[in-house]
């Protein structure tokens, strides 16, 4: 028996479990959509998750905007002629995330009352795509994501401060959703999978106060220059239902089976391991 190779295979049908390609598929071929839908796609996985929607017959896209990370994009898409894709930056957002939430809120903004929308969802999408409170610059929000990201604050702790200063984060795209019906495939890459904090969730009701008493002195002087978005009421939300179709506890059983596969005694651990990395 080569441990080593075992090791890798056990670890990739893991990984294969919760690809952004194989993920949608799944839940496609389970759950088809009937009519048509216009997709966003947004994430690290945006590109693989939007083409395996695209070539699913379980649902007809009419129209599509993907933006995912720079050099992640997969070639095949750009053979569709009805959708458009970006690639934008992460971990620290740019001006091209600005320029890429500006194109979200065109795109939605550009259908028709009665239509329908499908959202995939994955990590990333705090970065790489944004819509800034008035009041706050890019130069500003550049300086504040590095201080989060360098000083070891947890994910929960980065995503309420990114929350406070944008229009579409924490539940804010639904201000421009405005009822229409809304299918969010989500890929969790957060603790406990809670879609509120996944890209720091556009789409989920979130009535979250931020806790001063987690933050350091500068990054509170920072929430006082501006008057942040509200989130919409509880039945803006009405019309939006939110899946998660892949998350950490589907590679780990994915883990388990292929190493009983290989004969060996696999134990799953229940809870989740984090640290400052």
Same mark, same amino acid.
């Given at each position: ?28 071929? @389970?759950?088809?959509? $009937?009519? /048509?839908?216009?997709?966003?796609? %947004?994430?690290?996985? &945006? +590109? =693989? ?59 939605? @903004?550009?259908?028709? $009352?009665? /239509?329908?929308?499908?959202?995939? %969802?994955?990590?990333? &999408? +705090? =970065? ?65 999978? /809670? ?83």
């Amino acid at each position: 028996m080569n441990d080593k190779n075992n090791l890798k295979e056990i670890f990739l049908a893991g990984v294969d479990r919760v690809l952004g390609y194989n993920s949608v598929k799944n839940y496609l071929n @389970n759950n088809p959509l $009937s009519g /048509d839908f216009n997709m966003i796609s %947004i994430g690290k996985a &945006g +590109s =693989s998750m939007a083409l395996s929607a695209m070539k699913n017959s379980n649902i007809k896209i009419k129209s599509g905007l993907v933006i995912t990370k720079r050099n992640h994009l997969e070639e095949e898409l750009e053979s569709y002629n009805n959708i458009m894709c970006f690639e934008s930056d992460h971990p620290t957002p740019s001006l091209t995330s600005l320029d890429c939430g500006n194109e979200l809120i065109r795109f939605i @903004n550009s259908k028709d $009352s009665n /239509d329908k929308f499908l959202f995939l %969802i994955s990590g990333g &999408g +705090s =970065s790489l795509v944004e819509f800034l409170v008035e009041g706050f610059s890019l130069e500003e929000l550049m300086d504040l994501n590095d201080a989060l990201l360098s000083r070891g604050y947890n994910i929960n702790d980065i995503n309420a401060i990114r929350k406070h200063f944008s229009k579409i984060k924490g539940g804010k795209l639904a201000n421009y959703i405005k009822g229409r019906k809304s299918i969010v495939l989500a890929i969790s890459d957060v603790p406990f999978d /809670d879609p509120k904090i996944i890209a720091s969730g556009p789409l989920s009701h979130d009535d979250v106060k931020i806790n001063l008493d987690s933050y350091e002195d500068d990054i509170i002087e920072k929430l006082k220059l501006v008057k942040p978005v509200s989130c919409p009421s509880l039945d803006q939300f009405s019309n939006i239902e939110t899946n998660i179709i892949a998350k950490l506890d589907d590679a780990k059983v994915a883990c388990k089976v292929h190493g009983e596969k290989l004969n060996y005694d696999v134990y799953i651990h229940d809870n989740f391991i984090e640290g400052d990395v």
